[in-house]
């Protein structure tokens, strides 16, 4: 999906700007890392491309789509080609693993035959074959991380937006986000997310393998490009 953002203006939850007059534009097929020391400013920027959080001012377009304009029904239909990791967006207690992935299937319309296959594949991918029957209570902080970002990714969204993906997740787990993102990107998904720790640019660049990513800040109400690359 191509987003595109015309003289925005946009607060946090709290009622402080966190966008003023922004002009961004982020290309389909593009992997954009959002680097922000404001926790509630980088999950509203995400919310408002994800439609939940409405810009004060200005024009967003998702896909040549003002996500606000859309009805009820309208909007359903996007968003089957959206995935979202949120930090609100827990995974169901009383379902287990495999269970929790297999729901967002069904939610966007992409179960059949074939998915619970296809999740088992993911999860011994990802190291978590043997976690696949537990409940979430059962798993590490960093593995429940792990399997809100596959129940994100499993349906290959056109778009994902994620809000510091990697935050609490064990050196083991976020090499295989990292990989898992990075295929995700690969193969033409659009990817927006946040990140606040300092050493997740350099840990970036050690597993990036020329993968390009576009960095940039958001601090003050301004929305910069800080031009890096994976290299």
Same mark, same amino acid.
């Given at each position: 999906m191509f987003i595109q953002g015309f003289h925005l $203006?946009? $607060?946090d939850a709290s009622g402080m700007p966190i966008l003023e007059d922004?002009?961004?534009s982020f290309p389909e097929g593009s992997y954009t890392v959002l680097l922000s020391e404001n926790v509630l400013s980088a999950t509203a920027f995400l919310k408002m491309l994800a439609g939940e959080y409405h810009p004060v001012t200005g024009t967003?377009? *998702?896909d040549h789509q003002d996500p606000y304009t859309l009805t009820e029904s309208q909007k359903r239909r996007w968003l089957t080609d959206v995935g979202v990791i949120f930090s609100?967006?827990?995974l169901f207690s009383d379902r287990t693993v495999v269970e929790n992935i297999l729901f967002i299937l069904?939610?966007?319309g992409f179960w059949d035959k074939d998915s619970l296959g296809a999740?088992? =594949?993911l999860l011994n991918k990802a190291g978590l074959g043997a976690k696949a029957n537990l409940l979430p209570e059962a798993l590490t902080e960093g593995e429940r991380q792990l399997?809100?970002?596959l129940r994100a990714m499993i349906f290959r969204p056109r778009l994902l937006l994620a809000d510091d993906p990697f935050q609490g997740v064990e050196e083991s787990a976020f090499r295989i986000l990292f990989k898992f993102l990075s295929e995700l990107n690969k193969s033409g998904t659009t =990817? *927006? =997310?946040s990140a606040r720790q300092a050493a997740f640019l350099e840990e970036a660049k050690k597993l990036g393998e020329g993968q390009t990513i576009r960095w940039m800040q958001l601090d003050g109400g301004k929305l910069h490009s800080l031009e890096e690359k994976v290299s």
């Open positions: $203006t946009q $607060t922004a002009y961004f967003l377009r *998702v609100d967006f827990k069904r939610a966007k999740v088992n =594949i399997v809100m970002a =990817i *927006v =997310i």
